[in-house]
Every structure is written in C-alpha cells, then in structure tokens.
C-alpha cells in the first residue's frame, strides 16, 4: 500500500468572494434546493452543540451529493460575545471530499461562503415569492447576513431602495452607507421597526433577536418575507399571526419542524397545524407546486440553513476557484 498525492486545495475568505459572485450563487441554490427537494442527496439532521460554559453553539453539518460526486462537511461556530472582542458572531470551515474515491479535496473559509449561500436561498426565495415589481426592501439587522441577504434581492428583483431596522443604530448607519456604495441603490436607516416596514414590498429578518422584531399588523397585503435569523425552537422573528396568515415555505419540511421556532410555536399556540408549511423551496423550484398565486398573499420564507447548500456553494468555488487560479494548492 502507499499514499498517493493529490492536490488539496486552500481557499481565504477573499477567494471565496472572487469565486462565488451573488449570481452564481442564486443559481448553485436553485439546483441544491432542487436535489433537496426531489430527494437526490443525502443530508443527516445537523449536530449541535452547546459550549454553555461561552454561551455559544456549534453545529456540525454534512451531506452527500450524487450530483457533485461530493461530500461536503462544515464546521460552524456561533458565538454572541464575539461582537465585544471584534470578532465575528459566525465564523466556520468547509472540507470537500471526492465521492468516489474518498479523496480529500479542498477546505476553505465557510464564513463568507455561509453569508454567500445564505443570501442567495433568500434570492431564490424571492424569485419565486416574490411580486414580479417589488422594489423596496425592509431589512432587519445589519450584520454580516444582512448585507449578503440585501445582495441576494438584489439580484432577482429590481430593488431601488432600503430601509434598515437594527437596535444598534450606529451599526444600521454604518451598513447604510457601505450598501448604498456597494450595491449602488438608495439605503436609509429607520428609527422603529413599524416606520422601516411603511412601503416595504419585502421584508427580510436577519437578526440575533429571540423574539418578533416587528408587529403583524403592520405587513401589508402582498409582502415577502426572508426570515433567515432563528435555528432554535423557543426562538422566532417572526409573529405568530404573521406566520398564520403566510403562505409558508421552508427550504426543508423535517429540518423546520426540528428547528424553525417561527413554526414551532406557532403550531404550539394553535395558530397553525403541520399542513400549514405550503412548500418546501425545491419543490417550487423543481415545478411541482407554483411559488405566488395572487398579488396580495403575504409570503414567508423560513430557512434555517441546510448542508447542501454548503455543499453547493463550495462546489462552486472549488471549480471556479481552480479555474480562475486562485487559492493555494498543497499536499496532505
Ligand atoms: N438561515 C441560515 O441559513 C442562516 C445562516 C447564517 C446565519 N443565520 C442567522 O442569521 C442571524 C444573523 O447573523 P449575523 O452573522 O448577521 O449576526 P450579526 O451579529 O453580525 O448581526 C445581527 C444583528 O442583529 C441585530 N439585532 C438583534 N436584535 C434585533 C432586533 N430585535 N431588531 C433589529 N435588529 C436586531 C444586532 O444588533 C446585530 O447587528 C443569526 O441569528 C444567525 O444564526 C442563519
């Protein structure tokens, strides 16, 4: 027996950047909710676990794609103290295995990739959610999700302005101002949450908050809403009663029963049953349900955030990555 060397490939967060560009993104999600949803991968349930002792979390996240001939596996830290210290709030690594011959193949920076492959489940949400003129945005939180989360409407609709919401309004001016530059539309920073939603046609919660961030009866008739924030079950951003009256689409039916706290109290509280999930994403995506059905439905997409979607994106990267020679190349 000996060891044969294949090249294993390294990729920064920078390079992640260059090779994952929103559009691409939008579409490595459409065809990972796809295989999702048609039951062409295979995804175990995420680990978590809790360093209490820090108040954080861990999650330990892989899957399997006959697609990709690729196992993806990623390790993901979320630890809230960390704005304090100057650290992010989520930081993560991605490993790629061959599937065939088990061969190790690259690993890169999952932090920049999550927020890539997050905002664009969100763009693709939208696509199909979405009315076909929306153009204003509400956005709740204006972390590192937020701004790849406003990257991922932007990319599917023709959004002209911004409203952000963040209880650190300091922070909201900050990401007002570089997403103003960045995505070249106009970003204004609201004083209360009612005040950011007043001409939203979409809404988008991207927040640590452990409770709803905004009030039901200030939805209009015709939203969509990206609730991306919560993975806890005693968690949610959204009301119940937003919930309730939401045609409601999960990107996955048993991971959101396990984790979506939106749906799980809300199904507690007896204002929904389990019918109430209309669709997975995928299957949407795939034509076999349809995404808006009337211009003044109020839409909710509830992600919580799955393995293959970190399977695809870094699949992605890995191929692009290559392509347009960037990362380092070592042998193990
Ligand atoms: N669905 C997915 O696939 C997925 C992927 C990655 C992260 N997330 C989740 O996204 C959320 C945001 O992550 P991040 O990395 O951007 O965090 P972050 O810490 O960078 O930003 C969160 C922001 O939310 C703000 N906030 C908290 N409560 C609020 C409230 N009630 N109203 C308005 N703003 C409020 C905070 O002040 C902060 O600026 C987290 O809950 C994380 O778990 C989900």
Redesign the pocket.
């Known amino acids: 027996m000996h060891d044969v060397e294949h090249p294993f490939h390294v990729f920064s967060a920078s390079d992640v950047r260059t090779a994952l560009p929103m559009d691409k993104a939008v579409e490595a999600m459409k065809a990972a909710f796809k295989e999702l949803s048609t039951g062409a991968v295979t995804v175990p349930l995420r680990t978590h676990m809790a360093i209490s002792e820090h108040d954080a979390d861990v999650l330990v996240m892989s899957c399997y794609s006959p697609r990709l001939e690729q196992v993806g596996l990623k390790i993901i830290t ?1 630890h ?1 103290h960390n ?1 304090d210290r100057g650290l ?3 930081q993560a690594t991605v490993m790629l295995v061959d599937a065939e011959r088990g061969t190790p193949l690259a690993v890169m920076s999952g932090a920049v990739l ?2 890539i ?2 905002g664009a ?1 969100s763009g693709a949400a939208t696509d199909v959610l979405a009315r076909a003129n929306a153009s204003r945005v509400a956005i ?7 701004a790849t989360q406003l990257e991922g409407m932007c990319t599917v609709r023709p959004i002209r302005s911004a409203t952000v ?4 309004h300091t ?2 001016r900050r990401f007002a101002s570089r997403m103003e530059e960045s995505l070249k539309i106009e970003v204004s920073v609201a004083s209360t ?1 009612a005040a950011a939603l007043a001409e939203a046609d979409i809404v988008c919660t ?4 452990r ?1 709803p ?1 905004f009030e039901d009866a200030d939805i209009a008739p015709g939203t969509h809403i990206n609730a ?4 806890k079950p005693h968690e949610r ?1 959204i009301p119940g009663a937003t919930v309730a009256r939401a045609r409601c689409v999960v ?1 996955e039916r048993s991971a959101a029963w396990e984790e979506a706290g939106e749906l799980i109290l809300a199904r507690k509280e007896g204002l929904i049953s389990e019918s109430h999930v209309y669709a997975e994403l995928g299957e949407i995506l795939a034509g076999l349900k349809v995404g808006r059905q009337s211009e003044d439905e109020i839409t909710l997409f509830k ?4 393995a293959n ?1 970190d399977l695809s994106a870094a699949h992605a990267v890995l191929a692009r990555g290559t392509r347009l020679g960037l990362g380092s190349s070592v042998s193990l």
């Open positions: 979320l809230p704005l992010p709030f989520i999550t927020a492959r997050t489940a709740f939180g204006s972390g590192t999700q937020a919401f963040d209880l650190d922070r909201a949450a991207a927040t640590t908050s409770m961030v991306i924030g919560v993975y951003e990107d992600s919580v955030g799955i979607q």
